[in-house]
């Protein structure tokens, strides 16, 4: 098993930044592809970020790529999204994953352990 506790979030004005961290602990970290995903009311969860073990392959969605950097150090168990650029339609409670499989995904189904979720909400 993995666990993961998300942190960071909060509310912010539009055009400003925010740094999400995820925290992982229980199997080895090192594992798998790492991602992060969100999900604003009444909307289904989505694909935002993912990084490869090793850190040197990631992957945006169109709407935050250029805005959003994924990143992990291993050596502290922890992945971080930093978040610049923020938009009102970036509101929403984002989600850490982490899968088994060393492949980039972008499925919620692909993905084994998730965190509780930090709200982030941005201001217009």
């Known amino acids: 098993q993995v666990q993961l506790v998300e942190s960071g979030g909060g509310l912010v004005q539009a055009g400003g930044s925010l740094r999400l961290s995820c925290a992982a602990s229980?199997?080895?970290?090192?594992?798998?592809?790492m991602g992060w995903f969100r999900q604003a009311p009444g909307k289904e969860r989505e694909f935002v970020a993912a990084i490869s073990r090793s850190g040197g392959n990631t992957d945006y969605s169109d709407s935050v790529s250029g805005r959003f950097t994924i990143s992990r150090d291993n050596t502290k168990n922890t992945v971080y999204l930093q978040m610049n650029s923020l938009k009102p339609e970036d509101t929403a409670v984002y989600y850490c994953?982490?899968?088994?499989?060393?492949?980039?995904?972008?499925?919620?189904?692909?993905?084994?352990?998730w965190g509780q979720g930090t709200q982030v909400t941005v201001s217009s």
């Open positions: 994953a982490a899968r088994s499989g060393l492949l980039l995904r972008t499925e919620t189904y692909e993905y084994n352990y």
């Open positions: 229980g199997r080895t970290f090192s594992a798998g592809t």
